[in-house]
């Protein structure tokens, strides 16, 4: 039986890219397991995909149906989460705008996960300002709908904190109840790193493996994967630390015990890297191609798969009205 609990769970990503790995066990497997429990949206951010993309709106475009795609073949159901995009919900906009007024430039600039992106950018003195105020209006996003679950990466605990504080602000300050305080929902696989075994996977790095990449890219990708330096020859002993096929074989295998095993054959000696990626392909292939053959099916018919988030926009656009209505009566804007 489907029980769904009184929480609503608002979540969404940036139609930057194709989504890879990383997503599939940071958030995407969440959000299958999540619809059956709770009242979940999942909005796709194309407007806080402008706030450092605003020379490239092609590409913002265009990703928007990817991740779509990208959604719809791990399996997140439209019969049970709720899509929409949020550039066709002005009453975010809206709220974003009245929020402004609730937090500080100060408190903007200490935003850690802001700073970080600033730095990475090299934005230094000029960084846009729908940059930096991008949490204010994720904020919206997240409370537009009132959701009280947002399950996020670490980096994204920031964010979290200060809706709860711009919420709280709200609250006290017009002397009401209207939002409620949400709570964050860290992923427990944690980041998976990328193939290079360098950093988190992410496009930008170049070592991601994508849910969308074909069979030979994902055979290419995996033997060219990060292993041990030292381990030459096959009868050499390697070390399974910071080898990234184990760390994928950790993540994905559910066969724990063949795992062990070739652990122990690899530190030993005589098992060669070709031997063990080619296993690990065996393992990822099984998980991707079901993937990989929903998602060539669904991109032959895009104009339902853009019906499917149109369709959820237009519900909650019915959900951001009656939210808007709301703060515009308490602030005193309703004069109609
Ligand atoms: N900031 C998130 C990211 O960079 C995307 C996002 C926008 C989001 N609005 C959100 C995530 C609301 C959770 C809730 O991936």
Redesign the pocket.
């Known amino acids: 039986m489907i029980m769904k609990f009184d929480e609503t769970i ?5 139609p930057t890219g194709p989504l890879h790995l990383g997503h599939y066990v940071g958030s995407l497997l969440n959000r299958v397991a999540l619809q059956d429990k709770y009242k979940q949206y999942v ?1 796709i ?1 194309d407007l ?1 995909a402008l706030t450092d993309n605003a020379d490239n709106p092609q590409k913002v475009h265009d990703n928007v149906l990817e991740v779509m795609l990208d959604y719809l073949s791990v399996g997140i159901d439209p019969l049970k989460t709720t899509f929409f995009i949020q550039s066709m919900i002005p009453e975010i906009s809206e709220l974003t705008m009245l929020y402004l007024n609730l937090v500080t430039v100060n408190r903007l600039q200490r935003n850690p996960t802001v700073k970080a992106e600033m730095k990475q950018k090299r934005y230094e003195e000029s960084v846009p300002a729908g940059f930096l105020i991008y949490p204010v209006s ?1 904020a919206a ?2 409370m537009i709908v009132k959701g009280t679950i ?1 399950p ?1 990466g670490e980096d ?1 605990l920031p ?1 979290i904190e200060q809706t709860n504080e711009i919420t709280r602000s709200f609250n006290r300050i017009y002397g009401v109840d209207l939002f409620p305080q949400a709570k964050a929902l860290v992923s427990k696989t944690g980041r998976l790193p990328g193939i290079d075994g360098k950093a988190k996977m992410s496009k930008s790095l170049g070592n991601a493996i994508f849910l969308s990449d074909d069979v030979d890219m994902l055979k290419k990708k995996i033997m060219s994967m990060y292993t041990d330096p030292g381990h030459l020859r096959v009868e050499d002993p390697g070390q399974v630390e910071g080898n990234m096929v184990f760390e994928y074989l950790d993540v994905f295998d559910l066969d724990k015990e063949k795992v062990a095993e070739l652990k122990h054959q690899y530190r030993k000696g005589g098992l060669g890297d070709v031997k063990l990626k080619k296993y690990l392909f065996e393992v990822l292939n099984g998980i991707l191609e079901p993937i990989r053959t929903k998602r060539l099916e669904l991109s032959e018919n895009k104009k339902e798969v853009l019906d499917i988030l149109l369709e959820g926009t237009n519900q909650v656009r019915q959900v951001a009205k009656k939210t808007m209505k709301e703060v515009r009566e308490v602030m005193h804007l309703n004069y109609i």
């Open positions: 608002l979540t969404g990503d940036r909005m951010a806080q994720q996003d997240i947002v996020v994204q964010m």
